[in-house]
């Protein structure tokens, strides 16, 4: 069945089964939250360099991230650990789940959170007991958005089928795909919606003010070795990554977007890994099979003629890479890995910003009318002229007011710290 998305283009040819655009929309309503809740998910990923030297540290090195996992697991509940073909690449217990990226980032994903300072407590327990064993294995663990000496290219992958098949499929694609896998890390802000008008809001106003707090709140002064000449690393790396999965969600703008249009666009957009480890329907299928490289294939070339399960949804939506990303929440993905004090201000700015009702309307009233160009336009001034630029007719100055930011930024470990690698 073909279905077009009624304000894009971009999958015209594009074969799209209505069953699993119902599956979609359906767990984008079970995210719904009609009376407030104001749950707030943050992720930090880490960079693993060595003592010394600060060349990245991979999974598979001797006192490597694998030594890390082993000697954490036990602070974590054995019932939630994550192997994939004997090798341990997750942990969990209530409040913070620990995974990796590609290239041996350490992520930690923490909440549901109700205040902004609840992310300094639990993350100081996790800093507590994971820095003494790193710094027993020789390493520690940095909060840059890139490693500030190794290249891409001396960071080998984790063992996860999945970061293969991305290996694959990035790496013939867009310009940056084994740069963001290996040597990037992130901070990200997930929020909460009431209906599908609130996140289809919430969507907009994030895509359009996250490139100018991403500039605020920056914290990459290296990159490949060498002083990062972006203003916006991140923002250069994913807007050059792969135009059908990230940077700003094709039709976002156009009045009539909903959420249709974005299961529509993930579901035609091709799958780039096939997971059919949750598909009963391909138990029997080889490991080859199961487990692939996409290129071409679309969900409806590769799940059957149903309603999609859980494992099969969940797959599908994080292989989509929008700088605001909807899943049962709305994902803020645009920063840099940050310092904890850095990254709990940034908390707090997303909470004045999408929590405080007449804050939130004000945004949208200020936002009225904007059109996806108007962001790219944005984009591209704060990447051209950093601090220089005034995004949407306001300097940066007047921003950090409107924001609530103001001297604020100033008092807490990031990328003033390195001026001089960010020349205006």
């Known amino acids: 069945m073909n279905i077009t998305p009624r304000v894009s283009y971009a999958h015209l040819n594009a074969k799209v089964n209505s069953k699993h655009v119902a599956s979609l929309v359906r767990f984008f309503e079970s995210g719904a939250k009609p009376e407030r ?17 600060d060349t990245a540290v991979c999974y598979a090195d001797h006192n490597g991230i694998e030594q ?13 650990e994550f192997s ?12 913070i789940a620990i995974s990796l990226e590609p290239g041996g980032q350490v992520e930690t994903s923490i909440g549901v959170l109700h205040s902004p300072e609840e992310l300094t407590k639990l993350y100081a327990r ?9 710094e027993d294995l020789g390493f520690r663990l940095i909060n840059y958005g890139y490693q500030p000496v190794s290249s891409y290219a001396d960071i080998s992958l ?12 990035l790496g013939r694609v867009g310009q940056f795909g084994p740069c963001m896998m290996r040597a990037s890390a992130s901070t990200q802000v997930s ?79 091709p799958m ?29 070339d590769v799940y059957p003629d149903r309603e999609l399960n859980a494992h099969e949804v969940g797959h599908l939506l994080s292989t989509h890479f929008n700088d605001v990303r909807l899943k049962n929440f709305v994902e803020i993905r645009h920063w840099d890995s940050l310092p904890i004090e850095r990254a709990e201000l940034l908390t707090a700015t997303v909470g004045g910003i999408f ?16 059109r996806e160009i108007d962001v790219t336009v944005a984009k591209n001034e704060l990447q051209a002229l950093g601090m220089a630029a005034k995004p949407y007719g306001k300097s940066m100055d007047e921003w950090r007011e409107a924001l609530g930011v103001g001297d604020a930024l100033e008092n807490v470990p990031g990328d003033p710290a390195h001026p001089e690698v960010f020349q205006q």
């Open 84 to 95: 994939e073909n004997g090798h341990l690449l997750g942990l969990a217990r209530d409040g």
């Open 191 to 269: 929020i909460d919606y009431s209906d599908e008008a609130d996140a289809i809001a919430k969507m907009r106003v994030g895509t359009a003010l996250g490139p100018v707090l991403s500039l605020l709140f920056r914290n990459t002064p290296y990159f490949e070795g060498r002083p990062n000449p972006f203003p916006l690393l991140r923002q250069h790396i994913w807007d050059r990554l792969d135009t059908q999965r990230a940077g700003i969600t094709l039709g976002l703008f156009d009045p009539r977007f909903g959420w249709e249009d974005y299961a529509v666009d993930v579901l035609a957009t």
């Open 158 to 169: 984790n063992p996860k089928l999945r970061y293969a098949a991305m290996n694959d499929y």
């Open 272 to 300: 780039m890994f096939v997971d059919l480890t949750g598909t009963p329907e391909a138990a029997d299928l080889p490991e080859s099979q199961r487990q692939r490289a996409a290129f071409h294939d679309n969900a409806a």
């Open 355 to 370: 929590y405080d009702d007449a804050r939130f309307d004000h945004w949208k009233d200020f936002f009225d009318g904007i």
């Open 126 to 134: 996790f800093r507590a007991e994971t820095d003494p064993i790193a």
């Open 37 to 53: 809740d104001d749950g707030y998910g943050v992720e930090i990923e880490h960079l693993p360099v060595r003592n010394g030297d």
């Open 68 to 80: 890390l996992l082993q000697r954490m697991r036990r602070y974590y509940d054995a019932d939630r």
